[in-house]
């Protein structure tokens, strides 16, 4: 069965790097069609879409965010890797992956639990 | 335009119909998917592709879509729809947009 899970530091401080990790399960990241993106929330506040890594290593990120962000991808690991550079307080929030099949739903159609981050000195 | 807009809020009484829309410049060119989030949980697909149902979610939910309005529409509202609902737009160049999110409450 499909399943997603992210897991990372659950405290930053302000100007380090996070670097949070989704290891999938039940299906292939290297399979035609299959993307992972990474949203987060803000507690209280809408959900917000960070980034996105297809099959054949394309990535697309967050316009306003390009500048800290990357997303990379080990399919042998079936793990999916965000970092988010020179971090601040609005970076606190919970971050979640999902699986995208663009080949089939065209959405997030398998989601992690979360994984909740607090930017604090 | 990249923006999605959504109402706050909806309110409705057990057993109603609840309509949450979404409204946005680049939807008549897009797919919108819709998500219900329950406080504490991960976001659940209910709707993709406008409006075909993933299996699993109940038939009371359905989405339609015209012109730049999206629509979700849960038919006979029940007690555990109460959640926050996201519709979700993807454009040309792959990015990815939810709305600010509508709070459904079954009065």
């Known amino acids: 069965q499909v399943a997603l899970r992210e897991s990372g530091p659950a405290l930053v401080r302000p100007t380090e790097t996070l670097t949070l990790t989704c290891t999938v399960s039940g299906f292939s990241l290297s399979a035609t069609g299959m993307c992972v993106i990474w949203v987060r929330q803000a507690p209280g506040k809408a959900l917000e879409w960070l980034a996105r890594?297809?099959?054949?290593?394309?990535?697309i990120l967050k316009t306003s965010l390009r500048s800290r962000l990357t997303v990379s991808k080990d399919d042998s690991k079936n793990q999916v890797v965000l970092t988010l550079a020179t971090v601040g307080p609005v970076d606190s929030g919970t971050y979640y992956c999902a699986r995208m099949p663009v080949t089939d739903s065209y959405a997030f159609d398998f989601w992690g639990q979360g994984v909740q981050v607090t930017v604090s000195s | 335009s990249d923006e999605v807009t959504q109402p706050p809020s909806v309110s409705v009484s057990p057993g109603q119909m609840a309509r949450i829309t979404c409204s946005g410049d680049g939807l008549p060119q897009q797919y919108t998917s819709w998500y219900q989030q329950h406080p504490g949980q991960a976001p659940l697909l209910v709707i993709f592709?406008?409006?075909e149902r993933p299996s699993g979610i109940p038939a009371r939910f359905s989405g339609s879509s015209s012109g730049t309005t999206a629509t979700l529409t849960i038919t006979g509202v029940q007690a555990e729809d109460e959640a926050d609902y996201f519709c979700?737009?993807?454009?040309?160049?792959?990015?990815?947009?939810f709305g600010g999110g509508t709070k459904l409450s079954v009065l």
């Open positions: 979700l737009t993807t454009d040309s160049s792959a990015t990815s947009f």
């Open positions: 890594i297809d099959w054949d290593d394309v990535k």
């Open positions: 592709k406008n409006n």
